[in-house]
């Protein structure tokens, strides 16, 4: 059998993209909730407004209602015989500020709720920290991780978690897709890592390297706190894995592509050798970057390693010299080409299945550490039929090449792989565009980008297709 016995089959998702609630039982405003709805065929990208604005289209307000509805949808999970469910706690549930005194009572009860029905089902939670839901007022007030103060208040925050739900948890992530803001430090990107807000004539790429070196030294923190309270606490980094390839094997390509991967993937190196790489700190410096990393955070660095590397892969990029950066200042956003061997999906991303092989051997070459894919699926226009059914076969199809890969890694490269969760099992609202018709389930959420319908729940052709792959680990494709 390729896959190991106790291999983590499963899904993910993320709390801000499904709960909906977002000011239910004491929940304060998170920067997801400040963002209006994208939509892929107009080409209208999602604004962040001042505050909830009356008028201003929030999906992430209501999104599917999982908080309303985790019981028959973790059921559902459990019908397709679910191993691991991955989602994460809306901090603005426990501290619905962000720098309040004391949790909100009634956010640790929900999560409670939820990791029992989980493991009600045998169903193990891996649980991410942030997945974009900083709290608005730690943005509006501090700049976000700008602001070291914030790095104190996540510990504070992910310790009172890890007190909670010891025993219950025993998977988790620090901070969703770290490095994605790297790829393009745009206002996008910035608050939904960071919660910083740009303004006018701010340096983005500086600002954001000091909000992550602070996100970088939270993360740390978190990891020791996780494993002092618990040792059986399996803590990892959580990487946006988006393999950058050479155009051409003209040398010239070689080095862009090197630098292109340095500045997307300096996270991973921090966050498991326990440094500012060297490359890095030449950057900084090349650049006259102002960035602030103390003794004292060096020693949390080191100090504060993770366990496992989680990671998500939707696509590849491909990288081309070009004339913007003579000194291969590489900018992801405006230099990667179209790579002329992959098709793209809908929304323009490349659907490359052996760069899912490439990334788990990059990252085993390279960190020797265990590994899950944690998130790895197909965004698509879905049609429903009008008998309800949802003949999904290129979402199948999708998956079934990434999970050959992934076999392949494992019996042909011997990669150590201990778990896929699939993104997502159930439609929810995306997060680059905020669209609810941008769709990734097995099940079918009876809602679209307007906002129109039932929130009724169905299985598209994809959920029988599942379960028989987790049935048969990963045999019967
Ligand atoms: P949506 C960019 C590139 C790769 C993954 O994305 C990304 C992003 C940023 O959106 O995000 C992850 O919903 C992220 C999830 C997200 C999922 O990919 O834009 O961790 O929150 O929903 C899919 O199609």
């Not at 706190?225 to 155009?247: E, R, S």
């Not at 410096?285 to 100090?303: C, G, P």
């Not at 051997?361 to 960190?367: E, K, P």
């Amino acid at each position: 059998m390729a896959f190991r016995k106790d291999f983590l089959w499963g899904g993910a998702v993320a709390a801000h993209q499904l709960e909906g609630a977002w000011n239910i039982d004491g929940k304060g405003p998170s920067i997801s909730d400040v963002m209006t709805a994208g939509d892929n065929k107009t080409h209208s990208l999602r604004r962040i407004t001042d505050g909830v604005i009356n008028g201003e289209d929030y999906p992430n307000h209501e999104a599917i209602d999982f908080y309303h509805h985790y019981k028959e949808d973790i059921a559902l999970m459990a019908e397709m015989g679910f191993k691991a469910f991955r989602t994460s706690i809306a901090w603005t549930r426990i501290y619905p500020n962000g720098d309040d005194a004391e949790p909100n009572e009634k956010g640790l009860q929900f999560y409670d709720d939820m990791f029992d029905t989980m493991h009600k089902y045998g169903i193990e939670p891996i649980v991410t920290l942030a997945h974009f839901e900083m709290p608005y007022h730690l943005a509006k007030k501090y700049n976000g991780f700008t602001d070291r103060r914030c790095i104190d208040f996540f510990a504070r925050y992910a310790e009172t978690v890890f007190k909670r739900y010891k025993g219950k948890v025993h998977y988790w992530m620090t901070f969703n897709e770290i490095n994605n803001q790297a790829a393009n430090p745009d206002a996008h990107n910035l608050i939904q890592e960071g919660g910083v807000l740009l303004k006018h004539g701010d340096n983005a790429e500086e600002m954001m390297y000091q909000s992550s070196i602070n996100e970088l030294v939270a993360s740390a923190k978190a990891v020791q706190i996780g494993h002092k309270i618990d040792k059986d606490n399996h803590i990892g980094c959580m990487i946006a894995m988006v393999p950058l390839y050479a155009a051409t094997c003209n040398p010239e390509d070689f080095i862009e592509m090197t630098s292109a991967n340095h500045k997307r993937y300096w996270y991973a190196d921090v966050q498991v050798k326990g440094y500012v790489p060297e490359y890095m700190e030449a950057y900084w410096k090349r650049m006259h970057f102002n960035v602030t990393v103390s003794e004292e955070d060096r020693k949390q660095l080191s100090a504060g390693t993770v366990d496992y590397i989680g990671f998500s892969y939707y696509m590849s990029n491909t990288v081309a010299k070009g004339d913007r950066n003579p000194d291969f200042n590489f900018y992801e956003g405006k230099q990667t080409v179209k790579n002329p061997y992959l098709k793209v999906s809908d929304w323009g991303w490349p659907i490359d299945p052996l760069g899912l092989r490439y990334s788990l051997n990059y990252f085993y070459d390279r960190y020797h550490l265990p590994m899950m894919v944690v998130e790895n699926g197909f965004g698509a226009y879905d049609k429903k039929e009008s008998d309800g059914s949802v003949d999904d076969s290129y979402r199948i199809d999708y998956l079934r090449e990434h999970i050959k890969a992934m076999r392949d890694a494992v019996t042909e490269d011997g990669v150590d792989l201990r778990g896929y969760t699939m993104w997502s099992p159930i439609d929810i609202v995306s997060a680059s565009t905020g669209e609810m018709d941008k769709r990734y389930g097995f099940i079918y959420v009876n809602k679209n980008n307007a906002g129109e319908g039932d929130l009724s729940r169905s299985k598209k052709k994809s959920f029988d297709w599942y379960k028989n792959v987790i049935a048969s680990n990963g045999e019967n494709l």
